[in-house]
């Protein structure tokens, strides 16, 4: 039987394994043991268990769990909330100060966690309140929380781009540098769109209240004193340490990923001990209970999802798909388009785990051919993979924003979320233009790749 027979059998089943409402990570282990036991030695069975315990026996992957430990101490203490009320008390006399403040909430607490659910749930539960109260419609608040959300897997630590940097065999350290400077971009795109409908929703509330009908709360915004801000900093400050300590210890030399992630942990369970008193065996039994329900759920798609490149590495699948796109002889940048586009289309029903580790073996030898640098393009992929947790059908982050606030209509939400999937591609646009967004800052802190 020739590759690629083989090729559209493996991909054929899958995609029925897959739509037939199995989980994802049974769904490419048991597409892996079947083509296994017709397609490969019958000895390669032994092996299985070896196979994903060697690809998982990554000093790197070890980080992982031990950032999922840090968010979770985070996330399952009332930070997020300070801090996007600290940021909220700051900027409130900005226009669309609000929208603005869950933007940076969401970024710093994306960059301290780690996890785009855990920030979505933890700035969410506390800003859409605040934002509907103030006025602010279901579907903007919902919209900013959820593409604010996504920030997760763009800025370090990104588990998404931990598990890039494994199948990719690139530098942890440079990749996560790389996506500090297209985040701050969208930070920036997000907060201009946060303030343009500020003044939209705004002006709609004059002119209603002008007319005679109801006012808004729009028009009567709580002025914070001087004093009122300062009180809120002491509870957000410690945190903000620790980020800037955790990146010091990994970006100085001082740690590798795994010690800086152990580190990370240990110093958020202590902070949520001394700052919210948060120490008990039953306080601290939640925070452990989600670390180890992620964890394991994420490295069992991990090793699956590693087998089943390993088998259609074997079978030569990869390998001629990867030939075949070559072949084609795309030019460079259609090439790119030709496979963000497949990304997209994937992130409409994969997470960003199970695209990474389902796509590295085809996609990233064209790519590396055709000159590309593969840091810049693990940033723009994450990028495009933001998109596919905001957008249905699948959009994890939907459902994380209707479980917070289920009396917001899906639809709202939807239509809420879709001027940020733009904006998301006008920020891929310019990392295409200037890829200096994405590789300046790692080149100037840690040396010209040569790769």
Same mark, same amino acid.
């Given at each position: 039987?020739?590759?690629?027979?083989?090729?559209?059998?493996? !991909?054929?089943?899958?995609?029925?394994?897959?739509?037939?409402? &199995?989980?994802?990570?049974?769904?490419?282990?048991?597409?892996?043991?079947?083509?296994?036991?017709?397609?490969? @030695?019958?000895?390669?069975?032994?092996?299985?268990?070896?196979?994903?315990?060697?690809?998982?026996?990554?000093? #790197?992957?070890?980080?992982?769990?031990?950032?999922?430990?840090?968010?979770?101490?985070? !996330?399952?203490?009332?930070?997020?909330?300070?801090?996007?009320?600290?940021?909220?008390?700051?900027?409130?006399?900005?226009?669309?100060?609000?929208?603005?403040?869950?933007?940076?909430?969401? !970024?710093?607490?994306?960059?301290?966690?780690?996890?785009? @659910?855990?920030?979505?749930?933890?700035?969410?539960?506390?800003?859409?309140?605040?934002?509907?109260?103030?006025?602010?419609?279901?579907?903007?608040?919902?919209?900013?929380?959820?593409?604010?959300? #996504?920030?997760?897997?763009?800025?370090?630590?990104?588990?998404?781009?931990?598990?890039?940097?494994?199948?990719?065999?690139?530098?942890?350290?440079?990749?996560?540098?790389?996506?500090?400077?297209?985040?701050?971009?969208?930070?920036?795109?997000? +907060?201009?769109?946060?303030?343009?409908?500020?003044?939209?929703?705004?002006?709609?509330?004059?002119?209603?209240?002008?007319?005679?009908?109801?006012? +808004?709360?729009?028009?009567?915004?709580?002025?914070?004193?001087?004093?009122?801000?300062?009180?809120?900093?002491?509870?957000?400050?410690?945190?903000?340490?620790? =980020?800037?300590?955790?990146?010091?210890? =990994?970006? !100085?030399?001082?740690?590798?990923?795994?010690?800086?992630?152990?580190?990370?942990?240990?110093?958020?369970?202590?902070?949520?001990?001394?700052?919210?008193?948060?120490?008990?065996?039953?306080?601290?039994? @939640?925070?452990?209970?989600?670390?180890?329900?992620?964890?394991?759920?994420?490295?069992?798609?991990?090793?699956?999802? /590693?087998?089943?490149?390993?088998?259609?590495?074997?079978?030569?699948?990869?390998?001629?798909?990867?030939?075949?796109? %070559?072949?084609?002889?795309?030019?460079?940048?259609?090439?790119?388009?030709?496979?963000? /586009?497949? %990304? =997209?289309?994937?992130?409409?029903?994969?997470? @960003?785990?199970?695209?990474?580790?389902?796509?590295?073996?085809?996609?990233?030898?064209?790519?590396?051919?055709?000159?590309?640098?593969?840091?810049?393009?693990?940033?723009?992929?994450?990028?495009? &993979?933001?998109?596919?947790?905001?957008?249905?059908?699948?959009?994890?982050?939907?459902? %994380?924003?209707?479980?917070?606030?289920?009396?917001?209509?899906?639809?709202?939400?939807?239509?809420?979320?879709?001027?940020?999937?733009?904006?998301?591609?006008?920020?891929?646009?310019?990392?295409?233009?200037?890829?200096?967004?994405?590789?300046?800052?790692?080149?100037? %802190?840690?040396?010209?790749?040569?790769?």
């Amino acid at each position: 039987m020739s590759v690629m027979t083989i090729g559209l059998l493996y !991909g054929t089943a899958t995609l029925l394994l897959m739509l037939s409402g &199995m989980s994802i990570a049974f769904a490419l282990g048991g597409v892996a043991l079947i083509f296994m036991y017709f397609f490969m @030695p019958a000895s390669s069975l032994d092996t299985v268990t070896q196979n994903v315990y060697e690809e998982l026996a990554s000093i #790197t992957l070890l980080s992982i769990p031990l950032f999922i430990m840090k968010g979770a101490a985070i !996330g399952k203490s009332a930070a997020g909330r300070d801090l996007y009320l600290a940021l909220h008390a700051w900027m409130h006399r900005i226009p669309g100060g609000l929208g603005i403040a869950n933007v940076f909430a969401c !970024g710093l607490f994306a960059a301290m966690a780690g996890s785009s @659910p855990a920030t979505c749930s933890a700035i969410g539960s506390a800003g859409i309140p605040e934002m509907r109260a103030r006025g602010y419609s279901g579907g903007f608040a919902a919209g900013i929380i959820a593409a604010g959300g #996504t920030l997760g897997i763009l800025l370090p630590p990104s588990i998404t781009m931990i598990l890039y940097a494994v199948a990719a065999e690139q530098s942890l350290g440079r990749l996560f540098l790389a996506g500090i400077g297209p985040g701050v971009l969208l930070v920036v795109l997000f +907060s201009l769109y946060a303030t343009w409908r500020y003044r939209v929703e705004y002006r709609d509330a004059e002119a209603t209240h002008a007319a005679g009908g109801v006012k +808004s709360a729009y028009l009567g915004q709580h002025i914070y004193s001087l004093s009122e801000k300062v009180e809120m900093l002491p509870r957000v400050l410690p945190f903000v340490i620790l =980020l800037i300590g955790v990146m010091v210890a =990994l970006y !100085g030399g001082y740690a590798t990923p795994s010690e800086t992630a152990g580190l990370g942990a240990v110093l958020a369970l202590v902070l949520i001990a001394v700052v919210y008193g948060l120490w008990r065996p039953a306080h601290l039994a @939640p925070i452990l209970t989600s670390t180890l329900r992620e964890s394991t759920m994420l490295m069992f798609i991990i090793g699956m999802s /590693l087998l089943y490149s390993y088998v259609m590495s074997y079978l030569h699948i990869s390998q001629s798909a990867a030939e075949w796109i %070559v072949g084609l002889a795309l030019s460079k940048w259609l090439l790119l388009t030709v496979i963000l /586009l497949m %990304v =997209l289309l994937l992130g409409f029903f994969l997470p @960003p785990v199970s695209i990474i580790l389902m796509t590295a073996p085809i996609i990233l030898p064209p790519l590396k051919a055709a000159g590309f640098d593969l840091i810049w393009f693990g940033v723009v992929m994450t990028i495009v &993979m933001e998109m596919g947790l905001i957008h249905p059908p699948v959009g994890l982050n939907i459902f %994380v924003i209707k479980n917070i606030a289920p009396d917001i209509p899906l639809k709202d939400v939807i239509w809420g979320v879709m001027p940020f999937v733009g904006l998301m591609f006008i920020a891929i646009f310019l990392c295409c233009f200037f890829p200096s967004i994405a590789i300046a800052f790692p080149d100037a %802190v840690m040396g010209i790749s040569t790769k």
